[in-house]
């Protein structure tokens, strides 16, 4: 069974930074598009970033210079690098991973992990 475990959320002050991480496991097919969505209070789940099997990258406007994705395809696992923080960016990230063949792809999420962005 395919597991998504995220890690690295908390409570951050305002200016700084913190680095989520979010390892696939349970699978042998292709871990494709690996992305970063959240949910804030009270808001629907909104993409935030998103990283091709090939590196390339897209970020949501209001993360744009301030959020950063990576991944090590060799792990099966994707990062999301978050400086500059503020109280907007408080919200439960989840990680989304597209697992499957070229035909056909499966969209998986982890359990979410929350970051608080507080003095």
């Known amino acids: 069974q395919v597991q998504l475990v995220e890690s690295g959320g908390g409570l951050v002050p305002p200016g700084g930074s913190v680095r989520l991480s979010c390892a696939v496991s349970?699978?042998?097919?292709?871990?494709?598009?690996m992305g970063w969505y959240r949910q804030g209070p009270g808001r629907q789940r909104e993409f935030a970033a998103a990283?091709?099997?090939?590196?390339?990258?897209n970020y949501h406007d209001s993360v744009k210079g301030r959020f950063s994705i990576s991944r090590d395809n060799a792990k099966n696992t994707v990062y999301l690098q978050m400086n500059n923080l503020n109280p907007e960016d408080t919200a439960v990230y989840y990680c989304n991973a597209q697992i499957g063949t070229q035909m056909k792809r499966d969209d998986n999420w982890g359990q979410g992990t929350q970051v608080t962005v507080s003095s």
């Open positions: 349970g699978s042998s097919l292709t871990v494709y598009t």
């Open positions: 990283i091709s099997r090939g590196g390339a990258t």
